[in-house]
Nanobody, 126 residues
Framework: VQLQASGGGLVQAGGSLRLSCAVS????????MGWFRQAPGKEREFVAV????????SYADSVKGRFTISRDNAKNTVYLQMNSLEPEDTAVYYC????????????????????WGQGTLVTVSS
């Protein structure tokens, strides 16, 4: 599975960005898809996840109500709409995929994601 995140950039606080993740090599609908981020000097952390086919989602408390994850299985693409951005959202964002067998209760566990691509940098200025 190859994953390519894009859409990052520099934005002012309060602004919006839409990240995309193009998936190739496997059928997107077979995988749980997540968004994680890593800020400078910090560990990589969970942001959002979307279920394989039902579209169920889960979010970190820090982004709930501001970020929306979605997927288009026909286009093999996952999205992260980010609104009301804050300087604390500055990080490299990654869109990993699981092997296809993760149960929903484990969906926020970074260890369940086996496929990682290069991330995209989001910088939010104050």
């Amino acid at each position: 599975v190859q994953l390519q995140a894009s859409g990052g950039g520099l934005v002012q606080a309060g602004g919006s960005l839409r990240l995309s993740c193009a998936v190739s090599g496997r059928t997107l609908s077979r995988h749980l898809m997540g968004w994680f981020r890593q800020a400078p000097g910090k560990e990589r952390e969970f942001v959002a996840v979307i279920r394989r086919n039902s579209g169920s989602t889960s979010y970190a408390d820090s982004v709930k109500g501001r970020f929306t994850i979605s997927r288009d299985n026909a286009k093999n693409t996952v999205y992260l709409q980010m609104n009301s951005l804050e300087p604390e959202d500055t990080a490299v964002y990654y869109c990993p995929a699981d092997l296809g067998s993760t149960i929903w209760s484990e969906a926020t566990n970074i260890a369940r994601y086996n496929y990682w691509g290069q991330g995209t940098l989001v910088t939010v200025s104050s």
